[in-house]
């Protein structure tokens, strides 16, 4: 009885510790009818968008162009973070995904397996992985960077959904910060 409840214990911490690999999960973005890591309260302890964060978003045009690929930058700083995530996802004028996001060849992005979700929504999502999350130093975020391949038409506006994390790197769930952000880029006008 001992060896089996020590094997239960084995394997319950494994997948604990596995899905902190994961990065965020799907639909953690702030999108329309996402939550965020801080509504689902796995990193709480402060209201959404609260203390001063500096983020950085680089990369998105005023109006993208069809077909074109987009280089996107995301960085944060916050006094006394250790930790850093970040999901994203892109929409159209109806909340459906709009155009292709691609992690790139960094080791510290990654595109969700659209399996686990694919029945509530088809956008897609990009998260951190368990070694994009630590900055170059205290207060100071990597740098993700990914690419966006926008639509093949201009028919709709794209709405940029982003959720961050600060986080203090006490593995609990209290004393991080979550902070969301929405930028709508328009389509080329012919």
Same mark, same amino acid.
């Given at each position: 009885m001992r060896n089996t409840l020590i094997f239960i214990i084995t394997i319950l911490m494994a997948v604990s510790l596995s899905a902190k690999k994961k990065g965020a999960p799907p639909m953690a973005a702030g999108a329309p009818?996402?939550?965020?890591?801080?509504t689902s309260k796995c990193h709480a302890g402060n209201d959404l968008n609260t203390d001063k964060a500096i983020i950085t978003i680089e990369g998105l045009p005023e109006a993208y162009t069809p077909s074109e690929i987009y280089e996107i930058t995301l960085k944060l700083k916050q006094d006394g973070a250790k930790v850093w995530g *970040?999901?994203?996802?892109?929409a159209d004028e109806d909340g459906h995904g709009q155009g292709t996001l691609m992690p790139g060849t960094s080791k510290d992005i990654q595109l969700l397996d659209n399996a686990r979700y694919q029945s509530k929504t088809d956008r897609q999502y990009l998260t951190h992985t368990q070694s994009g999350i630590k900055g !170059?130093?205290? %207060?100071?975020s990597p +740098?993700?960077? *990914?690419?966006?391949?926008? !639509? /093949?038409?201009a028919s709709s506006s794209?709405? *940029?959904?982003?959720?961050?994390?600060?986080?203090? %790197?006490?593995?609990?769930? +209290? %004393? /991080? *910060?979550?902070y969301t952000r929405s930028i709508e880029v328009e389509a080329v006008k012919k």
């Open positions: 009818n996402d939550r965020t890591c801080n *970040f999901q994203a996802t892109v !170059p130093k205290k %207060g100071i +740098t993700w960077t *990914f690419q966006w391949q926008a !639509p /093949d038409s794209s709405s *940029f959904y982003f959720a961050f994390n600060a986080a203090d %790197g006490n593995t609990k769930k +209290t %004393g /991080d *910060f979550i």
